[in-house]
């Protein structure tokens, strides 16, 4: 989006403010000027020059900073478009559907039960899916010895199940029990990996690359009534079940497969299995839930056959689309210049276009198609038999916060799909990857950022300034050399990202970033990251911080008021997010400082507000530990802090 106009501040003086300073001046400079009324002249030429004064502050404000717009659009810096939310849907199938699957399209609309403020938010599929009749409703693992019945677990997504037991030996093996046979089409299976454990989230970010590394190998199988013959692996996402991804296989088709009763059930069901071949696992993988009919759907809406306008000829021409924001890459633009419509080719620039080339630059902000000059890109011509030449074939738009979303919410489809059970739909998971479009403050302190690392994460600020950029992170901290399994170790080639998600502080006081966050801070970074640097994206350590303390108010200070404002001021200032030295009861600060120590001089100076008389006492508790007062209280290296009750008497002298 063009860099808005938002005016810094470099006089503030009003025209009032500028005649009273003037008339203060009148004694000191011509003592014999006695008559400073309105009616006198020379007092209508001090309010003359003071609202000339006033209109070139307001211009000079205004000259700094249209300056610095155009720098910025002259190295390419414009403002980061909101972002479009994702999540999984399931679609599960009717079990009367006397079909063995159905097709589900892509773009099939799914939307929230309850809009907000803007309407229903809505969520399109990225691509088809192939829903099978054939309900997954019992799972066992087996650990080489015995079975286990893990199917209440996967039902609770919650718990979390080892699917090779807790050793992951050789031959051990992760059963799917299903209701009717598998068709000899594409099977989906979606699993969802547990995080690590330890007291925050972690995920490690692999490219496609580096996955071979994973020295584990599995094999799928199915039961035919005598043994188990191989399945067909199109793609496996999940690593071998170490991370959160979609198996798809291929169904063995009618009459192959055999129901029976194995292991520790005694329903007959058809059978899947996944068996390790060889272990090779750092831990044995724990998984939350696997699910089959989902696919991803994002936040968006799709748009078909708009007509954008017309071409008239002339060099740098623009057009606009009806809705914004889009999304990158989905339109698909044509234009018919006399011999029917062809397609033209968005671009970031026309630095590298031809005469002849037919590209367009979009700003998916505002929805702004430019064209070339001739020079560079092509100058659409005109065609009097269509004078409305230029039509979108079709594009998306969306994003936002709003898309942001629990569990659970997402179940309304839009369409009708015969066989499908319309009551089953929803998302098992939360949403995540929303954000809204950036302000103009932050692309002025992403500006530097972006020119020194050129896109590419190697210094730890470039894995900060990335981070931000790719989700609802509100703060990001990266941390060399630290491995989240062994911490206090210097780990060569490591860095840790700790992530801080935008969230609301007053009802979430330790706001952690979702599994989907950390997916996509994770697919960002791993495209700009050094292929030899092992890259962890983790959630972040707090500790909890209470104060106690007695104040005397003064005299005439209303005690509930003067007690809200306290309790209001030590909670910003802790507060991951807006806290900081430089916060204050009007204005946001830049958060905690990760591993800030609390010093108690500036503490106690925070509880010095308006209406206070003095301090009696002070102390403060760091995890339900009190310390003595006057002592400054160390906090461990990279945590914040969280508020917890804090508990401030305030008396009359």
């Known amino acids: ?106 773009r099939t609309q799914v939307a929230t039960e309850e809009p907000d403020d803007d309407g229903q938010i809505l969520f399109e599929t990225d691509q088809a899916l192939i829903a099978i009749k054939a ?21 609770d997504v919650t718990a979390g199940f080892e699917p090779f037991g807790h050793l992951a030996n050789d031959s051990s093996a992760l059963l799917l029990g299903f209701d009717s046979e598998l068709p000899a089409n594409t099977i989906s299976l979606t699993l969802w990996t547990e995080a690590e454990q ?58 192959q497969m055999a129901a029976a009763a194995l292991g520790k059930v005694s ?53 606009t689309l009806a809705d914004t924001p889009v999304l990158a890459g989905s ?15 968005e671009q970031p620039d026309f630095f590298g276009s031809g005469p002849d080339d037919l590209h367009y630059i979009l700003n998916r902000s505002t929805g702004e198609i430019r064209f070339g000059d001739g020079n560079q890109a092509r100058i659409p011509v005109a065609n009097p038999r269509n004078p409305a030449n230029f039509r979108a074939l079709k594009y998306r738009v969306g994003g936002g916060l709003r898309g942001n979303l629990p569990e659970q919410t997402v179940k309304v489809l839009q369409s009708s799909i015969p066989g499908l059970d319309a009551n089953g739909i929803t998302n098992l998971f939360p949403s995540a990857g929303g954000a809204d479009e950036e302000t103009f403050q932050q692309a002025r302190r992403r500006a530097p950022q972006v020119l020194k690392s050129r896109e590419r994460a190697v210094t730890p600020e470039d894995f900060e300034l990335l981070s931000v950029r790719a989700a609802n992170i509100a703060r990001a901290k990266a941390l060399p050399l630290f491995h989240p399994k062994f911490p206090g170790v210097e780990v060569p080639g490591v860095i840790s990202v700790v992530l801080v998600p935008q969230a609301d502080t007053s009802e979430n006081p330790a706001p952690v970033p979702s599994q989907g966050t950390l997916q996509t801070v994770c697919a960002f970074l791993n495209d700009r990251r050094l292929l030899t640097s092992e890259l962890y994206v983790i959630g972040p350590r707090y500790q909890e911080v209470k104060i106690t303390a007695e104040l005397i108010a003064q005299n005439n200070a209303d005690l509930a008021a003067v007690k809200t404002d306290l309790i209001s001021n030590v909670t910003r200032y802790f507060d991951p997010i807006i806290g900081g030295e430089d916060s204050s009861l009007t204005e946001d600060g830049s958060g905690w400082s990760f591993g800030g120590d609390i010093f108690y001089s500036l503490l106690y100076k925070r509880l010095l507000i308006d209406g206070v008389k003095r301090v009696v006492s002070l102390t403060v508790s760091l995890d339900d530990e009190e310390y003595p007062a006057c002592q400054d209280v160390l906090v ?15 008396r009359y002298d």
């Open 267 to 319: 329903d007959q069901r058809y059978w899947i299995r996944a068996r390790v071949t060889r272990s090779g696992f750092e831990t044995a993988p724990k998984l939350l839930a696997i699910r089959t009919n989902t696919v991803v759907a994002t936040q968006a809406e799709t748009i078909e056959f708009e007509v954008v306008g017309g071409s008239n000829g002339q060099v740098e021409q623009t057009v």
């Open 1 to 106: 989006m063009p860099l808005q106009d938002q005016l810094p501040v470099i006089d503030d003086r009003t025209y009032q403010e500028i005649v009273d300073e003037a008339r203060s001046r009148i004694p000191r400079y011509t003592s014999e000027w006695t008559d400073q009324n309105d009616s006198d002249p020379g007092m209508t030429m001090v309010q003359l020059f003071a609202w000339l004064t006033e209109m070139q502050i307001y211009r000079m404000s205004k000259v700094p900073l249209l300056n610095y717009i155009k720098f910025l659009e002259l190295v390419g810096i414009e403002l980061e478009p909101a972002k479009p939310a994702t999540t999984r849907i399931e679609f599960p199938v009717l079990p009367g559907f006397t079909e063995p699957y159905l097709i589900v399209n892509a």
């Open 331 to 345: 339109l698909e633009l044509q234009i018919d210049e006399g011999s029917g419509f062809e397609n033209w080719i």
């Open 135 to 155: 309900k997954l409703d019992r799972l066992q693992a087996f650990d080489g010895f015995a079975y286990r019945d893990i199917s209440q677990e996967n039902d």
């Open 636 to 650: 461990e290296a990279g945590m914040l802090l969280s508020n917890g009750a804090h508990q401030i008497e305030l």
């Open 198 to 255: 330890h007291d925050f989230p972690v995920l490690q970010c692999t490219g496609e690359q580096l996955q071979a590394s994973v020295s584990a190998e599995l094999v799928w199988e199915f039961w035919n009534g005598q043994e188990w013959r191989l399945l067909d692996v199109l793609k496996d996402e999940s690593v071998r079940m170490t991370r959160s991804g979609e198996v798809q296989l291929i169904g063995p088709g009618k009459n």
